[in-house]
């Protein structure tokens, strides 16, 4: 199993910025792909961006140019730098790590951009 821990969402005014972070436990050595997906109120879950373990990456259209997706070589951590941030980046994030064919979550931490 994977267990993976959030942090470094809050409050922020538009065009802030914030570095969320994804600490992963476990069998981090099986992880092939991670990612940051995020749930807006009353909107279904979206990818934000991904990374591979050959450091391919991948953004949702919207976030490209504003978001940088990193991890360490461990595999035990990964960030999200959120630059310009707008209010409907408001979301709770989410953090996955996919290991064989399971995927695992972590518990999510809340972004809100508000002025």
């Known amino acids: 199993q994977v267990q993976l821990v959030e942090s470094g969402g809050g409050l922020v005014q538009p065009g802030g910025s914030l570095r969320l972070s994804c600490t992963a436990a476990?069998?981090?050595?099986?992880?092939?792909?991670m990612g940051w997906y995020r749930q807006a109120p009353g909107k279904q879950r979206e990818l934000v961006a991904s990374i591979t373990t050959g450091n391919s990456t991948n953004y949702l259209d919207s976030v490209r140019g504003r978001f940088t997706i990193s991890g360490s070589n461990a595999k035990n951590m990964m960030y999200l730098q959120m630059n310009s941030l707008k209010p409907e980046d408001t979301a709770v994030y989410y953090c996955?790590?996919?290991?064989?064919?399971?995927?695992?979550w972590g518990q999510g931490t809340q972004v809100t951009v508000s002025s």
């Open positions: 996955h790590a996919d290991v064989h064919t399971k995927r695992y």
């Open positions: 476990g069998r981090i050595f099986s992880i092939y792909n």
